[in-house]
Protein backbone atom coordinates (compact mmCIF):
# COMPACT_ATOMS: atom_id res chain seq x y z
CA UNK A 1 0.00 0.00 0.00
CA UNK A 2 1.36 3.53 -1.09
CA UNK A 3 -0.04 5.99 1.20
CA UNK A 4 -1.08 9.43 -0.14
CA UNK A 5 -0.87 11.19 2.92
CA UNK A 6 0.84 11.06 6.31
CA UNK A 7 -0.39 12.11 9.72
CA UNK A 8 2.49 12.65 12.85
CA UNK A 9 2.41 13.38 15.78
CA UNK A 10 4.59 15.96 17.41
CA UNK A 11 6.09 15.16 20.75
CA UNK A 12 8.32 12.12 20.86
CA UNK A 13 8.20 12.31 17.28
CA UNK A 14 9.24 15.16 15.22
CA UNK A 15 10.87 16.62 18.32
CA UNK A 16 11.86 14.72 21.25
CA UNK A 17 10.23 16.67 24.19
CA UNK A 18 11.41 16.86 27.33
CA UNK A 19 12.11 13.72 29.36
CA UNK A 20 9.85 13.25 33.01
CA UNK A 21 13.10 14.56 34.71
CA UNK A 22 13.43 17.56 32.10
CA UNK A 23 9.35 18.12 32.47
CA UNK A 24 9.72 18.16 36.25
CA UNK A 25 12.57 20.58 36.36
CA UNK A 26 10.36 23.11 34.33
CA UNK A 27 7.39 22.80 36.43
CA UNK A 28 9.84 23.82 39.88
CA UNK A 29 11.34 27.22 37.63
CA UNK A 30 7.44 27.67 36.89
CA UNK A 31 6.58 27.65 40.69
CA UNK A 32 9.09 29.46 41.52
CA UNK A 33 8.42 32.16 39.72
CA UNK A 34 5.00 32.44 40.33
CA UNK A 35 6.03 32.17 43.88
CA UNK A 36 3.89 28.82 44.52
CA UNK A 37 4.14 26.23 46.96
CA UNK A 38 6.40 24.12 45.04
CA UNK A 39 5.07 20.41 45.62
CA UNK A 40 1.32 21.10 45.80
CA UNK A 41 1.99 22.68 42.13
CA UNK A 42 3.36 20.19 40.87
CA UNK A 43 0.68 18.05 41.94
CA UNK A 44 -1.99 20.01 40.67
CA UNK A 45 0.19 20.70 37.02
CA UNK A 46 0.29 16.57 36.83
CA UNK A 47 -3.29 15.80 37.58
CA UNK A 48 -4.28 18.97 35.23
CA UNK A 49 -2.91 17.90 32.05
CA UNK A 50 -6.21 17.06 30.40
CA UNK A 51 -7.31 20.21 31.44
CA UNK A 52 -4.79 21.93 30.28
CA UNK A 53 -4.53 20.17 26.91
CA UNK A 54 -8.35 20.95 26.08
CA UNK A 55 -8.24 24.93 26.46
CA UNK A 56 -10.69 23.88 29.63
CA UNK A 57 -8.43 26.63 31.90
CA UNK A 58 -7.43 28.98 29.02
CA UNK A 59 -4.47 30.47 27.43
CA UNK A 60 -0.83 30.08 29.40
CA UNK A 61 -1.27 33.43 31.64
CA UNK A 62 -4.83 32.52 32.65
CA UNK A 63 -4.37 28.69 33.18
CA UNK A 64 -1.75 29.53 35.49
CA UNK A 65 -3.51 32.15 37.45
CA UNK A 66 -6.29 29.02 37.74
CA UNK A 67 -4.09 26.70 39.33
CA UNK A 68 -1.94 28.83 41.65
CA UNK A 69 -5.33 29.27 43.29
CA UNK A 70 -6.59 25.52 43.24
CA UNK A 71 -3.56 24.87 45.72
CA UNK A 72 -4.72 27.89 48.07
CA UNK A 73 -2.45 30.79 46.48
CA UNK A 74 -3.48 34.01 44.97
CA UNK A 75 -0.23 35.38 42.37
CA UNK A 76 0.29 38.90 42.23
CA UNK A 77 -0.72 39.77 37.91
CA UNK A 78 3.22 40.45 37.52
CA UNK A 79 4.17 37.26 38.48
CA UNK A 80 1.60 35.21 36.33
CA UNK A 81 3.24 37.24 33.39
CA UNK A 82 6.75 36.65 33.88
CA UNK A 83 5.86 32.92 34.73
CA UNK A 84 3.86 33.01 31.36
CA UNK A 85 6.75 34.69 29.27
CA UNK A 86 9.12 31.26 30.84
CA UNK A 87 6.79 29.47 30.07
CA UNK A 88 6.86 30.40 26.51
CA UNK A 89 10.74 30.48 26.34
CA UNK A 90 10.81 26.70 28.07
CA UNK A 91 8.27 25.69 25.02
CA UNK A 92 10.22 27.52 22.65
CA UNK A 93 13.06 26.16 23.29
CA UNK A 94 11.96 22.72 22.70
CA UNK A 95 9.69 23.40 19.75
CA UNK A 96 12.74 24.56 17.86
CA UNK A 97 14.84 21.62 17.75
CA UNK A 98 12.92 19.13 15.50
CA UNK A 99 14.81 15.35 15.30
CA UNK A 100 17.48 15.32 12.50
CA UNK A 101 16.00 13.66 10.12
CA UNK A 102 12.61 15.68 10.47
CA UNK A 103 13.08 18.56 8.31
CA UNK A 104 14.40 16.67 5.21
CA UNK A 105 11.61 13.66 5.59
CA UNK A 106 8.68 16.45 5.50
CA UNK A 107 10.47 18.21 3.01
CA UNK A 108 10.77 14.72 0.54
CA UNK A 109 6.98 14.07 1.40
CA UNK A 110 5.79 17.37 0.08
CA UNK A 111 7.99 17.23 -2.56
CA UNK A 112 6.55 14.14 -3.39
CA UNK A 113 2.78 15.21 -3.64
CA UNK A 114 2.35 13.39 -0.17
CA UNK A 115 -0.42 15.83 1.88
CA UNK A 116 1.03 16.02 5.65
CA UNK A 117 -1.27 16.43 8.78
CA UNK A 118 -0.63 16.51 12.37
CA UNK A 119 -1.90 15.89 15.67
CA UNK A 120 -1.03 16.68 18.54
CA UNK A 121 -1.41 17.16 22.16
CA UNK A 122 -0.43 20.26 23.72
CA UNK A 123 -1.60 23.51 26.42
CA UNK A 124 -1.63 26.80 24.64
CA UNK A 125 2.05 27.14 24.25
CA UNK A 126 2.46 24.99 21.28
CA UNK A 127 -0.69 26.26 18.72
CA UNK A 128 1.13 29.73 20.08
CA UNK A 129 4.29 29.26 19.03
CA UNK A 130 3.76 27.58 15.55
CA UNK A 131 3.78 30.10 13.21
CA UNK A 132 7.10 31.13 14.17
CA UNK A 133 8.72 27.60 13.68
CA UNK A 134 11.02 27.07 10.36
CA UNK A 135 10.95 23.24 10.19
CA UNK A 136 7.43 22.98 10.14
CA UNK A 137 6.13 24.72 6.53
CA UNK A 138 5.56 21.07 4.85
CA UNK A 139 2.71 20.61 7.86
CA UNK A 140 -0.55 21.22 5.92
CA UNK A 141 -3.61 20.47 8.43
CA UNK A 142 -2.07 20.75 12.24
CA UNK A 143 -4.59 19.94 14.59
CA UNK A 144 -3.92 21.10 18.01
CA UNK A 145 -5.85 19.48 21.10
CA UNK A 146 -6.01 22.71 23.09
CA UNK A 147 -7.75 24.08 19.88
CA UNK A 148 -9.48 21.69 19.09
CA UNK A 149 -10.98 21.14 23.05
CA UNK A 150 -10.59 17.50 22.58
CA UNK A 151 -7.47 15.09 23.14
CA UNK A 152 -6.63 11.96 21.08
CA UNK A 153 -7.76 9.31 20.84
CA UNK A 154 -11.13 11.13 20.10
CA UNK A 155 -11.62 10.08 16.97
CA UNK A 156 -13.00 13.62 16.03
CA UNK A 157 -9.19 15.03 15.60
CA UNK A 158 -8.65 11.72 13.20
CA UNK A 159 -11.37 12.50 10.77
CA UNK A 160 -10.90 16.40 10.94
CA UNK A 161 -7.02 16.37 9.89
CA UNK A 162 -8.62 14.11 6.89
CA UNK A 163 -11.06 16.20 6.44
CA UNK A 164 -8.55 18.92 6.06
CA UNK A 165 -6.41 16.92 3.44
CA UNK A 166 -8.79 15.70 1.27
CA UNK A 167 -7.87 12.03 2.37
CA UNK A 168 -9.83 8.97 3.56
CA UNK A 169 -8.73 6.67 6.07
CA UNK A 170 -7.32 4.21 4.13
CA UNK A 171 -5.18 6.50 2.11
CA UNK A 172 -3.29 7.75 5.18
CA UNK A 173 -0.40 6.61 7.53
CA UNK A 174 -0.43 7.44 11.24
CA UNK A 175 2.96 7.63 13.18
CA UNK A 176 3.47 8.72 16.30
CA UNK A 177 5.73 7.45 19.54
CA UNK A 178 2.50 6.23 21.17
CA UNK A 179 1.32 8.85 23.73
CA UNK A 180 -2.34 9.51 24.46
CA UNK A 181 -3.63 6.27 22.63
CA UNK A 182 -2.75 7.56 19.53
CA UNK A 183 -2.01 4.33 17.76
CA UNK A 184 -5.16 2.87 18.66
CA UNK A 185 -7.24 5.82 17.69
CA UNK A 186 -5.91 5.81 14.67
CA UNK A 187 -6.73 2.20 13.32
CA UNK A 188 -9.83 2.59 15.05
CA UNK A 189 -11.09 5.01 12.62
CA UNK A 190 -9.15 3.22 10.11
CA UNK A 191 -6.27 4.76 9.34
CA UNK A 192 -3.06 2.16 9.41
CA UNK A 193 -0.75 3.25 12.15
CA UNK A 194 3.08 2.84 13.19
CA UNK A 195 5.13 3.53 16.14
CA UNK A 196 8.29 5.19 16.34
CA UNK A 197 10.86 3.66 18.57
CA UNK A 198 14.15 5.65 18.36
CA UNK A 199 17.31 3.98 19.11
CA UNK A 200 19.22 4.31 21.97
CA UNK A 201 16.28 6.25 23.80
CA UNK A 202 15.55 3.04 25.50
CA UNK A 203 17.10 5.04 28.59
CA UNK A 204 15.67 8.73 28.50
CA UNK A 205 11.87 8.11 30.12
CA UNK A 206 10.11 10.50 27.48
CA UNK A 207 7.45 12.33 29.01
CA UNK A 208 4.01 10.50 27.89
CA UNK A 209 0.66 11.21 28.95
CA UNK A 210 -1.46 7.63 28.76
CA UNK A 211 0.68 5.74 26.82
CA UNK A 212 -0.61 3.21 24.18
CA UNK A 213 -0.05 0.06 26.17
CA UNK A 214 -2.56 -2.44 24.14
CA UNK A 215 -1.25 -2.02 20.83
CA UNK A 216 1.23 -4.21 19.44
CA UNK A 217 1.22 -3.27 15.74
CA UNK A 218 4.15 -2.62 13.40
CA UNK A 219 7.17 0.06 14.46
CA UNK A 220 9.91 2.41 12.90
CA UNK A 221 13.09 3.28 13.85
CA UNK A 222 13.34 6.73 11.76
CA UNK A 223 11.56 8.95 10.38
CA UNK A 224 12.74 8.10 6.86
CA UNK A 225 10.90 4.66 7.31
CA UNK A 226 8.10 6.35 6.15
CA UNK A 227 9.36 7.42 2.45
CA UNK A 228 9.19 4.21 0.95
CA UNK A 229 5.53 3.81 2.18
CA UNK A 230 4.27 6.74 0.56
CA UNK A 231 3.23 7.42 -2.98
CA UNK A 232 5.31 9.35 -4.84
Known sequence: MSYRGVIFD????LIDGWSSAEADLRVTELGEALG???EPFRQIMESSYTERATGALGDVEDMLAALCRRVGYEPEPERVQRA????L??????LQRPRPEASSVLAALRDRGVRVGLITDCSSETPRLWGELGWNSA???PLFSWSEKRRKP???LYLSVLARLGLEPEECLYVGDGGSQELTGAEAVGIEARKVVYLGHSDRDPLRYDPDLSWDGPSISTLSEVLPLTAG
Open 89 to 94: IQFREV
Open 154 to 156: DPH
Open 10 to 13: LYGT
Open 84 to 87: AALR
Open 139 to 141: IEA
Open 36 to 38: APL
